[in-house]
């Protein structure tokens, strides 16, 4: 069992990244692309950060699809919490990415914001289906004036 460390001795080559070496930074030509190679990185950080609001949604708004569409203490309750959270990751739009000042993250912010409106557009939907938004003819039935009655009929009965 003393030969198995060793690479190609058991008859077995070693599996790939299996022995790593590190690279010391000596030459000279890696500098500038380290540099881009660290802007690839806040690239790819930021889209990963765009993307999380719906990844966080993802269970709430699956919540809300299995609870149906009857108003009960517990529906409203699950859409009051989405209802926050959706709030709250509008409220951190700017300050979510703060760490990537250095690059431009103007796409990711539109992908950002663009994600919670489709998820905030999918609550509106169900609330909308409980009938929990006024949003037909006769929700709105209050405020509709009676007419004024300017005829008024008299005479004599017999």
């Known amino acids: 069992f003393t030969n198995l460390d ?75 919490y989405c209802l926050t959270t959706i709030v709250s990751q509008y409220s951190r739009l700017n300050s979510a990415f703060i760490p990537f000042k250095t690059i431009d993250t103007s ?14 557009g999918y609550l509106l939907w169900h609330m909308s289906g409980m009938g929990l938004l006024p949003t037909s003819s006769g929700d709105w039935i209050a405020l509709i004036h009676d007419p004024e009655v300017y005829e008024v009929a008299g005479g004599v009965t017999m």
């Open 6 to 80: 060793v690479g190609g001795k058991a008859g077995l080559e070693d599996p790939i990244g299996f022995r790593m070496t590190m690279d010391d930074g000596s030459s000279g030509s890696k500098g500038g692309r380290s540099k881009t190679t660290n802007q690839d990185l806040l690239t790819k950080k930021a889209w990963e950060t765009a993307i999380a609001p719906i990844q966080s949604v993802g269970m709430n708004l699956f919540m809300l699809w299995m609870s149906g569409s009857s108003p009960g203490i517990f529906n409203v309750m699950i859409l009051g």
């Open 107 to 120: 796409m990711q912010k539109l992908a950002y914001f663009g994600l919670c409106s489709v998820s905030l």
